[in-house]
């Protein structure tokens, strides 16, 4: 995913705890979700540069200059501007991007619809 084609700002925003709350009917249960995402795509875009990176390693054992690529700087630059995991994760929350579920509310809800079927 090209994060750096979200419409998630780059600085924190102030938000409206009820507007994050709206689909979860709980705050508590929306920054869980939200947290979980974070660390989703925090996980993603580590091992996005991790892959990048790999390509200017050395593996050479010598005491020599480290040498400076231009090619690295640049990809290092471009995932310090990218916005927070944290925001891009809350931006997504926001647009309905996140698949979420409550297994309990789920298994509620099937015993509920059981019950009418037996009475």
């Known amino acids: 995913m090209d994060y750096k084609k979200s419409k ?3 600085n924190t925003v102030t938000r409206n705890i009820m507007d994050l709350c709206e689909d979860t009917g709980n705050i508590y249960e929306s920054v869980a979700i939200i947290a979980k995402r974070a660390n ?3 996980i993603q875009i580590k091992d996005d540069l991790s ?3 790999a390509e200017f390693a050395s593996y050479n054992d010598s005491l020599e200059e ?3 690529n231009r090619e690295q700087i640049e990809i290092s630059r471009y995932y310090e501007k990218l916005p927070k995991p944290s925001l ?3 931006q ?3 647009e309905d991007k996140i698949y979420w579920r409550d297994p309990a509310r789920d ?3 099937s015993s509920n619809s059981d019950g ?4």
């Open 8 to 10: 998630a700002p780059v």
């Open 40 to 42: 989703q795509i925090s």
């Open 51 to 53: 892959k990048k990176l």
């Open 66 to 68: 480290v040498f400076e």
């Open 88 to 90: 891009l994760a809350t």
């Open 92 to 94: 997504e929350f926001v």
């Open 107 to 109: 298994s509620q809800q």
């Open 116 to 119: 009418d079927r037996l009475s």
